[in-house]
Structures are given as structure tokens and as C-alpha cells.
């Protein structure tokens, strides 16, 4: 089917922001917690409290919620400042059903930035628990993937 | 209830997504569904009525029988909502990078 396939490709975003790629790279990440809809947008909703992205190839993306405990939403694949920046994302579903995100910070004329950010990775399967399964869909889990995805981010 | 919050819970269940899993073959009648899958045809009819409702699927009368199709309404609305979630996280990304070059500009600059 097509026109489903077509409507599961990567979102795809850009913005341009009025800063050199360094510091659109810091505030993205180091500074997530500043922009971050994070009342409405989290695991936690009304209970989350912080956000941190870490720094480097292996680090995480974790919520913290008001009694301490966490969530990771996902895993830096790529940190290449200041162009490059690519993690997994996992907030709220199990760590094999994934997404991936990649953002790319491009020097638009001085003192500003292209930030392109996509959202792909709805194709892959889940190599876990539908494998295990005794019928063999390739599409179901990509339906789950986006469900669990955007039920999170509610 | 929103389009695309129907749509999540349509695709929240185990069976519903391996029903929409086999109309992606071709379109189906409630016996066709409910001869290959673990569950009774009238719970079969059931899941087809909350998959109807969120937009994923469509049927047509065919004399005697329904014939249940994909129905790309629901997912193209649960894309927009995706598409819309990230839109507002970016604004308020740019936002606060405006902030931080107007809180630049107030400093005595030192050249």
C-alpha cells in the first residue's frame, strides 16, 4: 500500500535560528531543558521535572521525574559538534522498538543556522518480542512503533 | 476524542495492528479475518468497529457480505500530529536561541 508507506516516512523538520552553529549545537543539547515542552511532552507529564542530554557518542537522554526516578528516551549515536548530531529515540517503549532522530546544524550566513531535524526509523522492525512471534508481519510493529512513539509524546 | 488519539488507540492493541497487517494484503471480509486469527469473528467485528471509527479502515457492502480495506485517513492523521508535536518543539527551540542572541547583544562587548 503506497500511500501508507509514503505516510510513514521520516518527519521531517527545519528551522532557522539566529545563532552560529556552536551555540545552536549547546543550546539544543546542553540546554534542552530550557525549551523543551516538557509539561506536555514526556513520560512523566505534570511529573516531570528535568531533562539532560548528554554529551557524546553512548550518552543519554533523561527525563527525571519529581520522586527521582528516571526515564531514558534515547541514546547519542553520532556527536559531531557543530554540524552533527544523531541519537535513538525510545521515550516511553522499549529500547529494541526505537526510532531515530538525526539533527544537522548548516551555517546559514553569519551568526545564523539551518537546524534540519529527522524522524525516521518507522520501517525497522523490532528484532525482540515480535520475532518471537508465530506469524511473520513486517508491518505490524512499524504500526505499534508509531503508536507507542506518538502515544508518549502526547 | 481527537483523530489521532483514536488512531492511538486503535493501533494500541495487539490484534487491531494484525488486522490492519492483513488488510495491507488486500481488502477482507469478518470471516476471511476471523479464520486466521486467534480470536472469535465477533470480537473480529468488534476491533473492526474501533478501527472504522479512528479512520484506519473502510468497507463496502458487497451483496451479503462486508468487505473490510485500509483506509489511510487515520494514519495520515496521526502523521500530522507527529509532524505538529515537533513543529512546536522546534518553535520553542528557536524561541529561546532568540533569547540567548538578544541576552548577547545587552552585553558591553569587549572588541
Known amino acids: 500500500m503506497p500511500s501508507n508507506l509514503t505516510s510513514l516516512k521520516p518527519v521531517r523538520k527545519s528551522v532557522t535560528v539566529p545563532a552560529a552553529p556552536p551555540r545552536a549545537f549547546e543550546l539544543f543539547t546542553s540546554h534542552i531543558h530550557e525549551w523543551w515542552p516538557l509539561q506536555t511532552h514526556s513520560v512523566g507529564a505534570r511529573q516531570a521535572v528535568g531533562l539532560v542530554f548528554g554529551e557524546g557518542v553512548g550518552a543519554e537522554i533523561v527525563e527525571t521525574m519529581t520522586d527521582g526516578t528516571t526515564s531514558v528516551w534515547g541514546t547519542v549515536t553520532h556527536w559531531e559538534p557543530p554540524h552533527y548530531l544523531a541519537f535513538s529515540w525510545h521515550a516511553g517503549t522499549p529500547e529494541g522498538e526505537a526510532t531515530r532522530v538525526e539533527v544537522r546544524f548548516t551555517e546559514d550566513g553569519p551568526g545564523h543556522t539551518v537546524v534540519r531535524l529527522d524522524h525516521s526509523g518507522w520501517e525497522r522492525r523490532s528484532d525482540g518480542a515480535f520475532a518471537r512471534e508465530d506469524y511473520d508481519s513486517g508491518w505490524e510493529p512499524v504500526l505499534g512503533r508509531f503508536a507507542a512513539v506518538a502515544a508518549t509524546l502526547h | ?111
Request: glycine residues 6%; hydrophobic residues 40%; proline residues 4%.
Open chain 2, 1 to 111: 476524542m481527537e483523530t489521532y488519539e483514536a488512531v492511538l488507540e486503535a493501533l494500541g492493541d495487539r490484534t487491531r495492528r494484525h488486522i490492519v497487517d492483513l488488510l495491507r494484503a488486500g481488502p477482507s471480509s469478518v470471516g476471511e479475518l476471523a479464520a486466521v486469527l486467534p480470536v472469535s469473528r465477533p470480537a473480529v467485528s468488534q476491533h473492526l468497529m474501533v478501527l472504522r471509527r479512528s479512520g484506519l479502515v473502510s468497507y463496502s457492502d458487497h451483496g451479503t457480505r462486508n468487505v473490510y480495506r485500509l483506509d489511510t485517513a487515520g494514519l495520515r492523521d496521526l502523521r500530522a500530529w507527529l509532524d505538529s508535536f515537533w513543529d512546536l518543539a522546534l518553535d520553542r527551540y528557536a524561541q529561546r536561541v532568540r533569547e540567548d542572541s538578544l541576552d548577547i547583544g545587552a552585553q558591553p562587548r569587549h572588541e
